[in-house]
């Protein structure tokens, strides 16, 4: 899959690629593949460089893009799945389970977009139902009982919005899991892999860390359907990605996130192997800051870190933050 903004890029590297074909020993041909090489990295950082919050949303939905499946084979020892939510059934679109990542000890989960049409179509492309919520406080509670700190990896367009998951309690099963991330009294880290959108990333993000891929976005709504709300016209959604202001940097100038993961040029989706890695050392990094954290204080310093989201001061300068 080619991005729109990305077809100068492809086809540098088409070009390219027919003349190595064609090149054999000639010195000139050389030449112009070397040239070639070198316009196509400034093409890459050119564009790269200047995306706009809705190009950074495309690419965060890249179906290249690695997803948990890829974190976790990558960065995981003796990966043990756990299934089910002991009520209804289990939903495919949240993964979780004992793991070891680097020299920790951890329960390890995420949303599953899946890799291929039937394994997206099994995991309802990341959109979660009830059931998947419900599995999620199961994993908080389990890490509870047992000690063991949480790395959740966020990547959902939101939960699943339809009749059937009203029906069986999806916000329930969201304020749930929030409630329950709130008191668990073990470190919990997240990170934003690809798409954080609505409360179908909330239950899962609402962490002691929050870390995002450059080229992730964090948002309440997707910016076609709140351009459809909005405007009237799901077409201006490059336009409702600008005011929603939902990029990394946007979360991390406003103290939403604690850090913007480097992605490498041209996206996770087009060096995985080196975006996996950059979130690997952040999340060995940030574990073992928190590992001897006083149970009272994590919890403590959570409240206080999200009772912060919103405040602003008073007009007159006087009497501190007020709360917005």
């Known amino acids: 899959m080619i991005l729109d903004f990305e077809r100068p890029i492809k086809d540098f590297e088409e070009r390219i690629a027919e003349l190595r074909r064609l090149a054999g020993p000639s010195a ?33 939905r890249h179906p290249e893009r690695p997803n948990f499946r890829a974190y976790r084979d990558a960065l995981t020892d003796d990966f043990y799945e756990l299934s ?7 939903d495919p679109a949240v993964r979780g389970g004992l793991a070891r990542i680097a020299d920790h000890n951890v329960l390890l989960m995420g949303h599953d977009k899946g890799t291929d049409v039937n394994s997206r179509v099994k995991g309802n492309f990341g959109m979660a139902h009830p059931e998947g919520y419900r599995k999620v406080k199961r994993f908080y509670e ?6 063991l700190p949480v790395v959740v990896l966020v990547d959902t367009p939101g939960a699943f919005a339809g009749r059937g998951a009203e029906e069986r309690g999806q916000a329930w099963a969201i304020s749930a899991d929030l409630m329950t991330l709130a008191r668990i009294p073990v470190p919990v880290v997240s990170a934003i892999i690809g798409e954080g959108c609505s409360g179908g990333a909330l239950a899962m993000c609402a962490t002691d860390y929050v870390g995002m891929l450059e080229n992730s976005y964090l948002s309440v709504i997707a ?6 709300i909005i405007f009237r016209d799901p077409g201006r959604a490059a336009e409702a990605a600008q005011a929603l202001k939902l990029t990394a940097a946007d979360m ?36 073992t800051g928190l590992s001897d954290t006083d149970p009272e204080i994590l919890r403590e310093v959570r409240y206080e870190r999200y ?15 007020q709360r917005g």
Do not use: M, W
């Open 252 to 287: 991390k100038g406003r103290g939403i996130v604690d850090e913007v993961i480097p992605e490498p040029l041209g996206g996770a989706h087009n060096d995985p192997t080196s975006a996996i890695d950059a979130v690997g050392k952040s999340l060995d990094r940030v574990l």
């Open 28 to 60: 000139e041909l050389r030449e112009e593949i070397s040239r070639l090489e070198e316009a196509l990295d400034a093409a890459r950082r050119r564009i790269y460089s200047n995306l706009s919050p809705y190009q950074r949303v495309q690419v965060a």
């Open 84 to 90: 089910g939510d002991r009520f209804f059934g289990d």
């Open 307 to 321: 009772r912060r989201i919103g405040t602003h001061a008073s007009e007159n300068g006087q009497g501190g933050l």
């Open 142 to 147: 389990l890490a509870a009982r047992f000690g």
């Open 223 to 228: 910016p076609e359907a709140c351009a459809s």
